[in-house]
């Protein structure tokens, strides 16, 4: 048994049944870094000997508990992209200035994954502060697409990602701020959730936009994500954006009924902008769920474009906010992309932040009323597969690669990204699901209903 590929669900029933061992899983882990990691990049501080002494611990713990007793996820390993602190292992945010910062204090997703058991294998490659969708690391290299070692793994969640689809982790964290968390699931053909805005906990976590950043798992299938999502979401009182809104079971995950449920597919403005391959696949994605009895409309939502636009000023306006001083003190610590960005943010007047802001409240609005009619709107996840490495620069690139996920972190709502196909050179496709505010689970669910079909046509 390859115990390195299990999914999150698969691990968990067999340390139930203790039929294996968390030691022997995050060995399996590790040893899958030592061999993939030169190739691929992914971590920039791999925990190994901590991983271990609390594969230990669990294992122990395995050892007493029946089943019922056991921490959900006990002994499932996970990586944090390096935004999230963690007490005693140094958290960088992908810069120099940060490269020796160790925090006292876990961010409060990690305490909650902690405390289900899970163990802490390392901290994953980011774009420099979370500021680009390429993970092209002036400070600690470039992560390398597992499909493709010559293309980007997307970002800034690119490490995640990456470290997902080679097999290293079963489990990871990401963050979004305009497609973070679903541009790499896209590209490396992984499992990538942005939560409603509020659902996760923010705390501890180091910040690039304010109004505008989401945390959330990223895993090898939708049921796992539910998994992942049960352990994090809920109220954080010490958190000004946390939202104390009823948290669902997402660890139960079933099949969706999509009979008579009315889709949106975006059409105008998305597909018809999409690279061909890309585009045909989500069509075929949306027959499947035209097949499990749904109800696909084509629908113009090229007005949307406006609110990926007004992500785009917010996004580096917010975060030249946040690093003002030390842009302004020492600006030679920053790589040059995002250098320019930053100064561009700071460039801009409140005039149009303002009027970003207005956007942003039409746009919540306007998709309010979408979803008073609609269940699900149904959308690619990124325009292409995943480009060269050596190519367009950074800043391009997330002009690129964000028109299809950024307007959905200036409304807020749930979003799932995960797998419809592969282009001609192999090369994944992502689909995006969007629901209504706090609507996770019935996004999970529809995910999931899909990809339990898709899997029934792959063996047939």
């Not at 115990?3 to 669900?9: A, D, P, Q, V």
């Not at 539910?226 to 954006?241: I, T, V």
């Amino acid at each position: 048994m390859n115990l390195h590929t299990l999914n999150i669900s698969e691990a968990q029933t067999l340390i139930q049944q203790k039929k294996i061992s968390p030691v022997e899983l995050v060995e399996a882990c590790l040893r899958q870094i030592d061999i993939e990691e030169t190739r691929i990049n992914a971590f920039i501080t791999v925990t190994a000997e901590t991983a271990r002494a609390q594969a230990k611990e669990a294992e122990s713990l395995q050892m007493k508990l029946s089943a019922e007793e056991m921490p959900l996820l006990l002994g499932i390993p996970f990586a944090a992209k390096d935004l999230y602190d963690t007490a005693g292992i140094r958290t960088t945010g992908g810069t120099s200035f940060r490269a020796d910062d160790i925090p006292k204090e876990d961010a409060e997703v990690i305490r909650r994954l902690k405390n289900v058991g899970m163990i802490l294998l390392g901290k994953t490659n980011t774009h420099e502060i979370a500021l680009g969708v390429t993970t092209v690391n002036p400070h600690y290299g470039a992560t390398h697409n597992p499909h493709d070692t010559n293309r980007i793994a997307g970002g800034s969640s690119g490490g995640s990602a990456a470290a997902l689809a080679a097999n290293m982790c079963p489990a990871a964290l990401g963050t979004d701020t305009g497609g973070s968390i679903r541009i790499p699931a896209s590209l490396c053909g992984v499992v990538g959730l942005k939560p409603t805005f509020g659902r996760v906990s923010l705390r501890g976590i180091m910040p690039l936009s304010w109004n505008l950043d989401h945390a959330g798992p990223m895993t090898r299938s939708v049921n796992d994500a539910g998994l992942m999502l049960n352990a994090m979401a809920g109220y954080d009182a010490r958190d000004p954006s946390s939202v104390d809104v009823g948290v669902e079971d997402y660890a139960s995950i079933t099949e969706a009924n999509l009979k008579g449920v009315r889709i949106g597919l975006a059409e105008e403005g998305y597909l018809d902008f999409a690279n061909p391959e890309v585009a045909s696949a989500v069509r075929e994605a949306a027959s499947v769920f035209q097949s499990l009895g749904a109800k696909v409309e084509s629908i113009d939502f090229s007005w949307l474009t406006e609110a990926a636009r007004a992500n785009g000023l917010m996004t580096p306006a917010d975060g030249a906010a946040y690093h003002h001083e030390r842009m302004n003190k020492t600006p030679e610590v920053y790589g040059k992309d995002v250098l320019r960005r930053l100064r561009t943010g700071a460039a801009y007047t409140s005039s149009e932040y303002s009027l970003a802001r207005r956007t942003q409240a039409e746009t919540k609005r306007r998709m309010e009323i979408f979803f008073g009619e609609y269940g699900l709107l149904l959308l690619p996840s990124t325009a292409v597969t995943a480009p060269p490495i050596e190519g367009k620069d950074a800043v391009e690139e997330a002009k690129l690669l964000t028109r299809f996920t950024a307007p959905f972190n200036l409304t807020g709502l749930p979003v799932l990204s995960l797998p419809c196909g592969v282009d001609g050179k192999g090369l994944p496709i992502g689909l995006q699901i969007v629901g209504a505010a706090w609507q996770e689970k019935k996004i999970l669910e529809a995910g999931y209903a899909y990809e339990l079909e898709t899997k029934k046509v792959r063996l047939a």
